[in-house]
Structure formats: structure tokens, C-alpha cells
């Protein structure tokens, strides 16, 4: 009998491979997904009210995006030969475009963007500001300092076309990590064609709520008022896209418990006991159904503005719990049961571990950390507060 | 003397320049290889298990460990024994990977029989197939092999093995598996676990050897391979495999 294993597992299949180092992976490129597609709402759909939000959602992709490679290079076992994924890509697999992916979501979508929308801004700091400060703003001119009402609309008409561009390289970003996954035929927890579009609707709703919390976090940190029209604006599509996703997952669920196929009992079973935590209480319960009731509840009934900040920010706070709670359930859950379905073993995360949960909370904060520096050096917002108005 | 110095610069040249691309000795002077030497292409490498034979002693396991120097707790093969009870769930165990061989077993009225595992060196392996740097490779001669220099010990192909056969080595951290004793088999020897086994119940086969018994094994047993709805198309073929075996 070997220790936190129950039934037979094949010998090499007790240890999990993949830690919880992988659950922050894809959580992280979700929150970027997410982030930018609620920026494209503004920009490209042209929804107003969330226009306070714009520049906020843009950098909290950023500063996500920048963290999302590490928890995969430090769980490497040859990080140092990582990078041969770019120099000899093997063409069948579907990890080798990762970094591909990456380089061009973060290069040609995100930072072009965020370049573009601040370019004035920059200029502006680059005159106003001494000593090093006006160095490190010369240079993020890139050497471009006319800000004409001409250049301003060329710096706005590519930052269109590059948001168009973004929203489906935000797609494949994420749908691509959820391909990762659902593409693994020895894994019936994982082998999905719905994996993809699952992941990428999970990755919208967590990317627009951490946005929305990290708005009203700014806020409340800058005593300025909060736009509840924007903030209702947010709830709406939050609500509307969580919809869709709940929708598929339990499309996933009823599939597999209906087709009942040689996995289902093994599946169902952990389902039960050792994933009933995670995956019944915590994403499904509360993390899922409790804030879809929330924000069904406000688009239902009328509450003050106190009221609906404080369900907004519940229901987020539950949303981001649920969906981490999701990428847990996958990445963990995939693992616990054996591919020969007689048997399970167990998972505990250690604590100081290369990949254990000591690093993965300094990964986990390592965003906002980037995020403070980026609102430091790029202000989303003026000084009373209001968004900028820097496009059309 | 002319037209000798000339050849011996063309000589030196063409050295020169292979030797700058990496080129072989014999490549260099021309020379054909021994007609002995090991050609990939004339093999096909697989292996056939007769459960019937099989005693669950484990000297199989043993004689791979200690000849691929395989970590404590990691098994590039492993035996296991199935008690199937008819109308129940089959009860499966490998204490060890049947390193030191199984307990007797008390119970009599039950089916049981020992399965031995290896890498089942599929030809449409989904390990290879997912390894984002061609680290992990099917060799022309049919073995699915890991470079150790080029592995980036992400694990994908663990993930993507159907029957557990890959493990990260902690003491690389690379991804290490059965080799079908590559570095034996190119020398005209079996594998270790093969030699060892001494009912000979597990044999090293070459299909591309219309000689090999595989071919008379193939046409007169009813074979089986394992998860064949995986659609990996392996090349380990089990005799009187039975059904309740993942």
C-alpha cells in the first residue's frame, strides 16, 4: 500500500507532474485574456461607460502577461534550455507555439497598444518631468515626439486596428492554453474539443472581474469617486459572459455524465470524494453559482450605489475564487485518478518547495507589484480621477 | 608529383569540410561501413508477451533497474497482477513495480495472471508528437527515445503517455523511460529484461526480420495490444491479453 494513493495507479503515475505552478499558468493568461477583451469593448464595440476602465485594463494585462511565462519556467527542469522552444519548435506538438503566442500577444498586441494610447502622455512627461524620470520617459518616446492633433489620429487609427487584431490574438492566447489541455487523448479529464472555448469564456470572466476589483481598489486607494455607470456597465457583461460559461461547463458535465463513456465511474467518483472540495463547493457552488446569483440579482432588482459596489465586488471576489478553483480542478484533477481508472493518489503542495505554494504566492503577487509600477509610470487616469480622453 | 600533391590537397579539403559539418571517419575517406555494423533502417524493433508464461517473478524489473541505473521509485517496466473476480471491479497491484516479485496469493476461486508493462514504442506515439521541442523521437529503427541534452523536463509527454510509462528522472530532471535497451540491442544483444527473464515470457522482437519468430508468434496466437482505442498503434503485442486489463 502506497501512501495518499487509493486503488491501483500505474507505479510512475503517484507523483503529479504538473504542480501548482500549472494552475497558475493558466489563470494568469486568463486574467490577461480577459483584461484586454474588456479594453476592446471600449475601443472597438465602442462602449462608453467602461471607458474609465480602458487604460486600468490595458495594464493589468500587461503587468499579468509579464508574469504568465515564469510559473512555466521555474516549473522547467531544464529552464535554462527553454529557449529552444523558439529556435526548434517541433511542429505537432501544441506547447511549442507558447512562445510564439506570447511573444506576439505581447509585443504586437499588448505593448503597441499601450504605447499608442500613452505616446501623448509619454511626450508630455518626457518635457515636464527632471533627472531620471525624464531619461526613462525619452526613452519610452521611442524617439517620437510629435504629438500633433494629425499624429494623435494616426496613433489612433493603428491603435484600432491593433485592438482588432488583439481581440482574436486574445482569443487564440487563451483558447490556445485550453487546446494545451484538451488536446490530451490519454486524459479524459482533459480531452475536450469544448476545452478551448471553455477556458477562453473562464479566461473573460476573470479577466473582467479582477479588473473591475482592481477599478475599485484604485479608487478607494485614490478616495476619488467610483463611475457606477461604468461599474454597472462591467457587471452586465460579466454577467452576460458568465452565463455563457457556466453554460458550456455544464454542457461539458451533462455530456460526460450522459455518454457515460469507461472514464465516467473513475471521473465521478473523484468528483465525489477527492475533488468535492474544489470543484462542487468551491467553483461550482461558490465561486460559480453564488456570483452568478449576485449579479443576476442586480440586473433583477434595484439596490443603491453602496449596495451594488459592495454585491459587485463580492460577486467578483467569489468569481475569482471559482475560477482559480477551476484551473485547480483541471490542471490537479487531471492528475489525482489513474489513466488505468482502478485507482487515485494524492496531491499535497508544499510549502517552500521550488514549486511549491510559497513561490507560487510570490508569482501570485508579483502582478500587482508590476501593476503599482505601471500606473506609477503610466497614469491611467487624470487627477480628479476621470478617464483620459486620449481616442475617439 | 604534381598530380599527387593535387590530390593530396583535395584530400585535406574535403576532410576539412566534412569534418567542419561533423562528418564520420568512414564518410571522410570513403570507406564503407563494416558489412556487420548496425543499420537502422533493417529494423523494426517491438515486443511480444506471452501472459501465460509470465510468473511475476520480477527479475525483469530488477535486471532493467540495475542496467538503466533507473532512480528508486521509477519504473521503466513493472509488473503487475490482476485478480478478477467475476461481476467485480478488477483488483490490480505492483507492489514496487514487482521489484521484489508479489506475495503469494491465498485466494483460489478468482482469476489472476500477471501482466509485465514497458514502453509500448507506439508509432503514432502522442509523447512524440507533443514534445514542443523534438526532444522525445521515434529512432528509424522504431524505439521511442528521449535526448537527455535537449529535454526540457516540461513533462507534456508524461501527461500525454496513455500508459504511464514516462517519469521526470530527479536526478537530470529530464524525462526518462524505456529505451528497449537501445545501447544492447544495436549490439546485437536483447534487452535486459528479456535476458533475464526466465520463462521467457517477454521477447524482443524485429518485425523488419522475416526470420523473427514474431511473424509465426503473430499469425498463430490471438494478440492483443494495450488501449488499442488510443489509436497509438504500439509495439507491444500481448498473448491472451485478457479484457479487463487498462
Given at each position: 500500500?502506497?501512501?495518499?494513493?487509493?486503488?491501483?495507479?500505474?507505479?510512475?503515475?503517484?507523483?503529479?507532474q504538473?504542480?501548482?505552478?500549472?494552475?497558475?499558468?493558466?489563470?494568469?493568461?486568463g486574467?490577461?485574456?480577459g483584461?484586454?477583451?474588456?479594453?476592446?469593448?471600449?475601443?472597438?464595440f465602442k462602449?462608453?461607460?467602461?471607458?474609465?476602465?480602458?487604460?486600468?485594463?490595458?495594464?493589468?494585462?500587461?503587468?499579468?502577461?509579464?508574469?504568465?511565462?515564469?510559473?512555466l519556467?521555474?516549473?522547467l527542469g531544464?529552464?535554462?534550455?527553454?529557449?529552444?522552444?523558439y529556435?526548434?519548435?517541433?511542429g505537432?506538438?501544441?506547447?511549442?507555439m507558447?512562445?510564439?503566442?506570447?511573444?506576439?500577444?505581447l509585443?504586437?498586441?499588448?505593448?503597441?497598444?499601450?504605447?499608442?494610447?500613452?505616446?501623448?502622455?509619454?511626450?508630455?512627461?518626457?518635457?515636464?518631468?527632471?533627472?531620471?524620470?525624464?531619461?526613462?520617459?525619452?526613452?519610452?518616446?521611442?524617439?517620437?515626439?510629435?504629438?500633433?492633433?494629425?499624429?494623435?489620429?494616426?496613433?489612433?487609427?493603428?491603435?484600432?486596428?491593433?485592438?482588432?487584431?488583439?481581440?482574436?490574438?486574445?482569443?487564440l492566447?487563451?483558447?490556445?492554453?485550453?487546446?494545451?489541455?484538451?488536446?490530451i487523448?490519454?486524459?479524459?479529464w482533459?480531452?475536450?474539443?469544448?476545452?478551448?472555448?471553455?477556458?477562453?469564456?473562464?479566461?473573460?470572466?476573470?479577466?473582467i472581474?479582477a479588473?473591475?476589483?482592481?477599478y475599485?481598489?484604485?479608487?478607494?486607494?485614490?478616495?476619488?469617486?467610483?463611475?457606477?455607470?461604468?461599474l454597472?456597465?462591467?457587471?452586465?457583461?460579466?454577467?452576460?459572459?458568465f452565463?455563457?460559461?457556466?453554460?458550456?461547463?455544464?454542457?461539458?458535465?451533462?455530456?460526460?455524465t450522459?455518454?457515460?463513456?469507461?472514464?465516467?465511474?473513475?471521473?465521478?467518483f473523484?468528483?465525489h470524494?477527492?475533488?468535492w472540495?474544489?470543484?462542487?463547493?468551491?467553483q461550482?457552488?461558490?465561486g460559480?453559482?453564488?456570483?452568478?446569483?449576485?449579479?443576476?440579482?442586480?440586473?433583477?432588482?434595484?439596490?443603491?450605489?453602496?449596495?451594488?459596489?459592495?454585491?459587485?465586488?463580492?460577486?467578483?471576489?467569489?468569481?475569482?475564487?471559482g475560477?482559480?478553483?477551476?484551473?485547480?480542478?483541471?490542471?490537479?484533477?487531471?492528475?489525482?485518478f489513474?489513466?488505468?481508472?482502478?485507482?487515485?493518489?494524492?496531491?499535497?503542495?508544499?510549502f517552500?518547495?521550488?514549486?511549491?505554494?510559497?513561490p507560487?504566492?510570490?508569482?501570485?503577487?508579483?502582478?500587482?507589484?508590476i501593476?503599482v509600477?505601471?500606473?506609477?509610470?503610466?497614469?491611467?487616469?487624470?487627477?480628479?480621477g476621470?478617464?483620459y480622453?486620449?481616442?475617439? | 608529383?604534381?598530380?599527387?600533391?593535387?590530390?593530396?590537397?583535395?584530400?585535406g579539403?574535403?576532410?576539412?569540410?566534412l569534418?567542419s559539418?561533423?562528418?564520420?571517419?568512414?564518410?571522410?575517406?570513403?570507406?564503407?561501413?563494416?558489412?556487420?555494423?548496425?543499420k537502422?533502417?533493417d529494423?523494426?524493433?517491438?515486443?511480444?508477451?506471452?501472459?501465460?508464461e509470465?510468473?511475476?517473478?520480477?527479475?525483469?524489473?530488477?535486471?532493467?533497474?540495475?542496467?538503466?541505473?533507473?532512480?528508486?521509485?521509477?519504473?521503466?517496466?513493472?509488473?503487475e497482477?490482476?485478480?478478477?473476480?467475476?461481476?467485480?471491479?478488477?483488483?490490480?497491484?505492483?507492489?514496487?513495480?514487482a521489484?521484489?516479485?508479489?506475495p503469494?496469493l491465498?485466494?483460489?476461486?478468482?482469476?489472476?495472471?500477471?501482466?509485465?508493462?514497458?514502453?509500448?514504442?507506439?508509432?503514432?506515439?502522442?509523447?512524440?508528437?507533443v514534445?514542443?521541442v523534438?526532444?522525445?523521437?521515434?529512432?528509424?529503427?522504431?524505439?521511442?527515445l528521449?535526448?537527455?541534452?535537449?529535454?526540457?523536463?516540461?513533462?507534456?509527454?508524461?501527461?500525454?503517455?496513455?500508459y504511464?510509462c514516462?517519469?521526470?528522472?530527479?536526478?537530470t530532471?529530464?524525462?526518462?523511460?524505456?529505451?528497449?535497451?537501445?545501447?544492447?540491442?544495436?549490439?546485437?544483444?536483447?534487452t535486459?529484461?528479456?535476458?533475464?527473464?526466465?520463462?521467457?515470457?517477454?521477447?524482443?522482437v524485429?518485425?523488419?526480420?522475416?526470420?523473427?519468430?514474431?511473424h509465426?508468434?503473430?499469425?498463430?496466437?490471438?494478440?492483443?495490444?494495450?488501449?488499442?482505442?488510443?489509436?497509438?498503434?504500439?509495439k507491444?503485442?500481448y498473448?491472451?491479453?485478457?479484457?479487463?486489463?487498462?
Amino acid at each position: 500500500m502506497i501512501a495518499g494513493v487509493d486503488g491501483f495507479m500505474y507505479p510512475n503515475e503517484v507523483e503529479l507532474q504538473w504542480s501548482l505552478l500549472i494552475v497558475l499558468y493558466p489563470y494568469i493568461t486568463g486574467l490577461v485574456a480577459g483584461a484586454f477583451i474588456l479594453a476592446s469593448l471600449e475601443r472597438v464595440f465602442k462602449v462608453e461607460a467602461v471607458k474609465p476602465t480602458y487604460r486600468l485594463a490595458l495594464l493589468t494585462a500587461l503587468a499579468f502577461l509579464l508574469v504568465a511565462p515564469l510559473p512555466l519556467q521555474l516549473h522547467l527542469g531544464h529552464p535554462e534550455r527553454s529557449y529552444e522552444m523558439y529556435t526548434t519548435p517541433h511542429g505537432s506538438s501544441a506547447m511549442a507555439m507558447f512562445g510564439f503566442v506570447y511573444l506576439w500577444y505581447l509585443t504586437v498586441v499588448l505593448l503597441l497598444e499601450i504605447w499608442l494610447e500613452f505616446r501623448a502622455d509619454i511626450v508630455r512627461m518626457s518635457r515636464t518631468t527632471k533627472g531620471l524620470q525624464r531619461l526613462m520617459y525619452r526613452a519610452l518616446t521611442l524617439g517620437s515626439q510629435n504629438v500633433s492633433p494629425a499624429a494623435r489620429r494616426i496613433d489612433d487609427q493603428v491603435g484600432y486596428i491593433v485592438t482588432v487584431i488583439g481581440i482574436p490574438s486574445a482569443f487564440l492566447l487563451h483558447g490556445y492554453v485550453g487546446f494545451i489541455f484538451g488536446s490530451i487523448k490519454a486524459n479524459p479529464w482533459w480531452s475536450s474539443p469544448l476545452m478551448p472555448i471553455v477556458f477562453l469564456f473562464s479566461a473573460m470572466v476573470s479577466g473582467i472581474a479582477a479588473v473591475l476589483l482592481l477599478y475599485v481598489g484604485s479608487m478607494k486607494i485614490r478616495k476619488t469617486i467610483i463611475d457606477m455607470r461604468c461599474l454597472d456597465t462591467i457587471a452586465k457583461y460579466l454577467f452576460y459572459v458568465f452565463v455563457v460559461d457556466f453554460s458550456l461547463e455544464m454542457l461539458d458535465l451533462i455530456h460526460r455524465t450522459y455518454e457515460a463513456d469507461e472514464s465516467f465511474r473513475s471521473l465521478n467518483f473523484m468528483v465525489h470524494t477527492k475533488l468535492w472540495g474544489s470543484h462542487v463547493l468551491l467553483q461550482i457552488c461558490m465561486g460559480t453559482l453564488a456570483p452568478l446569483a449576485i449579479l443576476a440579482a442586480t440586473q433583477l432588482w434595484r439596490f443603491s450605489a453602496a449596495r451594488r459596489r459592495m454585491l459587485y465586488v463580492v460577486a467578483c471576489s467569489l468569481t475569482e475564487v471559482g475560477i482559480f478553483a477551476m484551473r485547480w480542478n483541471v490542471v490537479i484533477g487531471g492528475q489525482l485518478f489513474s489513466k488505468s481508472f482502478l485507482g487515485y493518489t494524492t496531491y499535497k503542495v508544499a510549502f517552500a518547495a521550488k514549486e511549491g505554494l510559497l513561490p507560487s504566492l510570490a508569482l501570485m503577487l508579483l502582478p500587482f507589484l508590476i501593476f503599482v509600477v505601471l500606473v506609477k509610470v503610466l497614469p491611467p487616469w487624470t487627477a480628479d480621477g476621470s478617464a483620459y480622453k486620449t481616442h475617439a | 608529383m604534381d598530380a599527387s600533391r593535387r590530390d593530396l590537397f583535395k584530400i585535406g579539403g574535403k576532410i576539412l569540410v566534412l569534418a567542419s559539418v561533423g562528418a564520420t571517419l568512414e564518410q571522410i575517406v570513403g570507406a564503407e561501413p563494416a558489412p556487420d555494423a548496425y543499420k537502422m533502417a533493417d529494423h523494426w524493433w517491438g515486443m511480444i508477451i506471452d501472459i501465460e508464461e509470465c510468473i511475476g517473478c520480477g527479475n525483469c524489473v530488477r535486471a532493467c533497474s540495475k542496467e538503466n541505473k533507473v532512480p528508486d521509485g521509477y519504473f521503466r517496466t513493472w509488473v503487475e497482477r490482476y485478480v478478477v473476480e467475476e461481476g467485480k471491479q478488477p483488483q490490480v497491484e505492483s507492489p514496487k513495480g514487482a521489484m521484489d516479485g508479489f506475495p503469494p496469493l491465498t485466494r483460489e476461486d478468482v482469476k489472476s495472471f500477471f501482466v509485465p508493462k514497458l514502453c509500448n514504442h507506439c508509432a503514432d506515439s502522442p509523447c512524440v508528437q507533443v514534445c514542443p521541442v523534438g526532444a522525445t523521437f521515434l529512432s528509424p529503427d522504431g524505439v521511442v527515445l528521449v535526448d537527455p541534452n535537449y529535454c526540457l523536463g516540461c513533462r507534456y509527454c508524461v501527461q500525454a503517455c496513455p500508459y504511464g510509462c514516462r517519469y521526470l528522472n530527479p536526478g537530470t530532471d529530464t524525462v526518462d523511460k524505456c529505451t528497449l535497451c537501445y545501447h544492447r540491442i544495436t549490439q546485437g544483444l536483447t534487452t535486459a529484461c528479456c535476458e533475464n527473464c526466465p520463462t521467457g515470457a517477454r521477447q524482443l522482437v524485429d518485425f523488419k526480420n522475416p526470420k523473427d519468430p514474431v511473424h509465426e508468434f503473430l499469425r498463430k496466437n490471438m494478440v492483443q495490444v494495450l488501449k488499442p482505442y488510443m489509436a497509438t498503434q504500439p509495439k507491444v503485442y500481448y498473448k491472451d491479453l485478457d479484457g479487463s486489463v487498462r
